[in-house]
């Protein structure tokens, strides 16, 4: 196990098998080029690669997710400590039909699908295959392999596009989701380690709980970030869980920790919050600069401290 | 189909078959009681019951659900018009592992749950069941029924207590969740209608969506009900899913639209939103009645009209 | 006293004599052209003429006065019930100073002023006449007065550019005020009556009292405007005079009060106050129209009004 | 001059002559009593002798001035550099009526006082001696003195309790003054020098100019407290006087510039604003703390520091 060519890679986990978008995000991170790639069977498998150090990082869906995200990876960050993103990465969504070599579209009745991937594809089947009836799958790929088992009540799936070079389906359609813009966010994650530095384009994700004994705690939160000209890319709620009405929040913020606008963001956020996750600040994958005014410039933030400084001092002109 | 009996009695929809905890909610309606009850597979077919006229109500979970909620239902209710939500329920959350008759724990080999009942008794599982497999079912109770039907591959089944009642199955283990205290809140939906008057313990819920132009949009929205100091209870993020990072907000507001300070809020944020959906004002399911400051009470806010009125006019002392 | 004359024609009360800056003020009144002036020794007898209905208007000096004017003209409006501001008006303020004819500079010990005249050209009487001695005056004109009186002790007086065609003085210095721009800003003030209708550059002024037990309460006042996109031109705080640390806000908003954005934060500001005084709305002086955004046009407002009404009824489409 | 007797003692100016309210100030500052107290004719030459150094401090009054404060004290703090307040103190406001020996109150035409006393005794004096009429004088005391005066035209006049200790007058009326409570706010100024540490129940001082170009820029810059928890217990408007409608402001601050939410406050503030002025953190006069919650605690400050250099360097439960 810990021989040296074990020791000389490093080693990526992503929800397999061959094939998802998962994969297909590992596939845009260069350093992961030539490395040992593990496929697993969900989140949790991959963040605990990732805890017990079996592997160096772990790509995982984050938003608008198709195969399983969302809400169960912002609630397992929310909760595993010892975890921090690393990086960021955009996957278009876009599915095909499938079905075995020789099936007609008109001979389908039961569609394998992760549940996601049948909401976004919905509308098309319901329009195309009325009488369809849904079978939930654990993963859009997973349909796949489920619909070419020897023994398959399955007729057709719903998976990625290219699911044809990996197994023996047939493409009855393409392009069958609503929305043809849509795309999920995928995050990599490491073990904590020191922040790299800023890149200039930079996003820094947060887990925050809101005190409990105050109403409008959540635009006191909101103001720690618009009073420092720190823009929100996202903003999601998320239950707790100890009892209904109490919320922890998933935030992404434009910039980067050694930002001083971001720094000072997060002074204010740790002073109110009983409970704050710092989950990383890395490059945003839009590789878009956050637009600042010069007010909330790291020289600003310098320039006044310089300025408290001499006025406590007693430097002459220190009020100029 | 249009005969007396039909006519005289209401129609209820809810996500059956009998056993869910969308029944234990709907026995919870004093109206319902002796009215047609009509089990349905999924929200969509509930909904289009209500939507077509073909029942008179659905009873869905919108919370921390259990039977495929939350966000599914979130959206349906944002994106179809014509419905109106009128009343609120919540159910406590428990489950038992179930199996044929004569099985035994340490046989179970595969799990049929619906994957957010799996989520919420997966820490039992695990150290229980270390080596158990999960296959997802698209309802808890349907779990059950895949259980005894004749060529079953699943061992064992999560479900909701009573279950052994409606089908011949045997109780493995109790209280298996990680929360004892787990709630589900469910809504009553019906078609748009005149707003029932408020009971002194009301909410109210909207669907709205932020301009897309400004940072600090949201903080405004917040503002418009905290400047009248109308509590939020419900905050959720949902994605417009057009494009990522667009969000509509899912807000449950303590008080009635009839109350003053709720339709002046209301009022503020229709003017500042590009889109609001109004999902109803309703009896809230706890009875608590909202705790308002004197400054937000309905005669302030009539105070105030006959004073500025007064000052239009000229009256003397109106600005006394 | 009540002859026929008296009652076919207007009276204004102003600060005289004739020559004062209020005078250069009324003289803008287009209305007051042919009516009978009348002057006044100060402030309060000014506004008793009105009260009393002796005269039907005053104009009095409100802000950067010259004259006697701001606080205690803020303060009386405050105070005394039964007013409303109808016009406002701006004044250069220049100054020159004057002597008995034959004066040299270099003859001049004593100079008359009114303080806050005085404090404008100090710079210069200190820089051209280094050794005088200031002697208070009530007024700008009256210190010309004393200086021609038989037995004056004064040398020079700083009065209005014109003066010597009301009096026997020679102008010694023209321009001596620090700040060539400076202008005196003049409210014409009758009896409280039905406001005028908006001529679409108005402004709104009020005098606000902030509830005494809590803190961020002018803050809050503040979101009252701001919450609906509403400038304000002047915030002066005044102490209410029972106790340290008590204030009363003198506000001047843009708009008028039957625009739906200030007749809405007025509402605002009268749930929220202890008192508020409305002091009038009013054409704007500058003429500048208020610049506002969609989100806070009249359209806007009855726009929102009209949805509710819908939401309440339960109309088709009430959402949309 | 420069003798051993001047070096020394410390050299306090005030507006003088003996008797008037700011000499009764001086007297509650321990470190003046043996020293060296200066009177002078107005607020233009205490400063100055402090600028210069002839004076190591000067006592003026700042706030519901008697002796001509307020708006002077403020414009001239905020545009002479190299002062700082280094105490605060105050005196309770009352006045006497006096005349020379053997006057009767029903003798008395003309009244001798500062235009601000005379404001305050305006409502006795209407009542007590209807046709009277005003002359304005540049001190409380001076009115007296002016009095006594060979050649005086002047009847009466309105001065400190105490005066006729001073000066050969005899008291007409005690206790004239509309308001028995009022008080005047005094603060002792010094030349720039380090400020002193904390006492635990002080006061900061500030002059702020707001950013032309923003509307609802007040509200930002109290915003910039109210994240802090720092009330305010002054906050006057005043003319910057280069236009109309651009206004600095005066701040009195609770706490001092080494409490960690002042520091913080007056960070955001100086990154924001286009000029503070810092006027100093001295001791209240009334000695009562600031009252604070556990978020604006300096420990709390500290520990939201050290959490962010833990997650910034990676430290292992930085985030807990």
Same mark, same amino acid.
């Given at each position: ?17 061959? !094939? ?32 017990? !150090?079996?592997?160096?990082? @772990? ?22 400590? =010892? ?19 020789? *099936? ?8 394998? @699908? ?47 596009? !290219? ?26 994650? =490491? ?7 800023? *890149? ?40 707790? =869980? ?25 002074? !204010? ?21 956050? *637009? ?22 007693? *430097? ?5």
């Amino acid at each position: 196990m810990s021989d040296a060519s074990h020791d000389a890679r490093r080693r990526y986990s992503y929800l397999g098998p061959a !094939g998802t978008f998962t994969e297909a995000a590992l596939k845009q991170v260069p350093e992961a080029a030539g490395q040992e790639w593990c496929p697993v069977a969900n989140l949790g498998e991959a963040l605990d690669d990732v805890i017990t !150090g079996c592997s160096d990082a @772990a790509m995982i869906a984050i938003e608008n997710s198709i195969d399983g995200g969302v809400t169960v990876a912002q609630d397992a960050l929310a909760t595993i400590s =010892g975890l921090r993103i690393i990086g960021e990465y955009l996957v278009p969504v876009r599915f095909v039909l499938v079905a075995r070599p020789g *099936t007609k579209l008109e001979d389908v009745g039961v569609v394998a @699908a992760h549940p996601v991937a049948y909401g976004q594809c919905r509308a098309w089947l319901d329009d195309q295959i009325p009488r369809h009836r849904h079978l939930p799958a654990t993963s859009n790929v997973q349909a796949a392999v489920d619909l070419v088992a020897a023994d398959s009540s399955v007729d057709a799936a719903i998976a990625p596009p !290219g699911i044809e070079e990996h197994y023996d389906v047939e493409v009855l359609a393409e392009g069958i989701a609503e929305n043809p813009d849509a795309v999920t966010r995928f995050v990599l994650v =490491g073990r904590t380690a020191p922040v790299a530095p800023p *890149t200039g384009a930079d996003k820094t994700s947060l887990i925050v709980e809101l005190p409990e004994d105050r109403s409008g705690a959540l635009l006191e939160l909101l103001e720690q970030f618009a009073a420092r000209g720190v823009n929100l890319t996202l903003l999601a709620s998320r239950p707790i =869980g100890d009892r209904m009405g109490r919320y922890r929040f998933v935030i992404d913020a434009e910039g980067h920790v050694m930002d001083e606008r971001v720094a000072d963001a997060l002074l !204010g956020v740790k002073r109110y919050s009983p409970r704050v996750v710092f989950l990383g600040s890395y490059p945003r994958a839009d590789r878009v600069a956050a *637009t600042t005014r010069r007010v909330h410039d790291d020289e600003t933030f310098r320039d006044a401290r310089d300025w408290l400084r001499g006025v406590i001092e007693g *430097t002459p002109d220190g009020d100029a």
